[in-house]
């Protein structure tokens, strides 16, 4: 096995257009990792950890991408990065193709999209101080006349941030999990970027912690117009950060629409038993729950058919066998499943089929 077999995907449906240009364009996104076994490391198999994504972010916006651990969600953020080289598909920056772009002209791209990691300690180095961890990107990309033009700025962001500019002399260790993400929020926004990938910036923090961060970074989109593709796994938090929301399984979206229409009206299987496993703050209160037997497959033997069937509280036969498409099934409203009625209100025809971008 010397290549990635092809993907078995339906024909593709030109997907919707925003009423503004989009910032981010993703179409197609493909990451399969090879399975090396024997003496001479041969390849003897594929990870599918993204399966044809598509979906695209307008200016200013936040569009969460949701999903348990192992749906392929920081997989699709880190190749949109190029922090991983996608297997096929194209990533468009503002009209750039961020993945025929030489090593040297990404870089220069980089000021434009930048990422917050899920670990505020393990993505900053212990052996800097924080001052220097945020001057680093000035310092690379030459932003400012000289080193004392680079340190005001390091002040003005750590106070945009909530830090006290006097900290600059201290190391990681010497500040609380929330206080570090304010750091690497600040990294993110030393060169001023017009998209930031966060990818769990809050997952690591106690909930008090959580909130405070989440909105820092509304406050500063507000500010300064930044577009977040935000991944998470906790809905509660999508519903108070995003304007629409991508739920993907096991390297496939399944569902996409805007947030108030995936919490008042979610169609597919997965969603919904994902919105039902948000914990009531009422102890008095009971939630109807739809229980999700078994563990997510393995990427690297996908089921065939639609991937959720194995787990699916609703499986027909047609999901052992036919793959859904992804179909609009209201303005703005996409799902991958054959029992969520169409626009005609008829089962989703299996001529139409396509990948959703917003």
Known sequence: MSAPPAAVAPPVVSPPRAASAPLLEVEGLTKHFPIRRGLFARVSGWVRAVDGVSFSIRPGETLALVGESGSGKTTTGRCILRLLEPTSGSVRFDGTDLLGLAPREMRR???????????PYGSLNPRMRVGTIVREPLDIHRIGKNRAERDAMVARLLERVGLDPGMVRRYPHEFSGGQRQRIGVARALALRPRLIVADEPVS???????????NLLIDLQQELGIAYLFIA?????????????????????????????????????????????????????????????????????????CRFHTRCPVVVE?????????????????????????????????????????
């Open 204 to 214: 690591a923090l106690d909930v008090s912690v959580q909130a405070q961060v989440i």
């Open 318 to 358: 047609t999901c052992r066998r036919v793959e859904p498409p992804l179909v609009e099934v209201a303005p703005g409203h996409w799902a991958a499943c054959h029992l969520v009625p169409g626009p005609a209100g008829d089962a989703a025809p299996s001529s139409r089929r396509g990948a959703a971008s917003g």
């Open 109 to 119: 791209m980089r000021r434009q999209i930048q990422v917050v990691f899920q670990d």
């Open 233 to 305: 796994h906790d809905l509660a938090l999508v519903e108070r950060i995003a304007d629409r929301v991508a739920v993907m399984y096991l390297g496939k979206l399944v569902e996409l629409a805007p947030v108030e229409e995936i919490f008042k009206n979610p169609l597919h299987p997965y969603t919904k038993a994902l919105l039902q496993a948000i914990p009531v703050p009422d102890p008095t209160r009971a939630r109807e729950r739809t229980v999700i037997r078994g563990e997510i497959p393995s990427p690297a033997a996908p089921p065939p058919g």
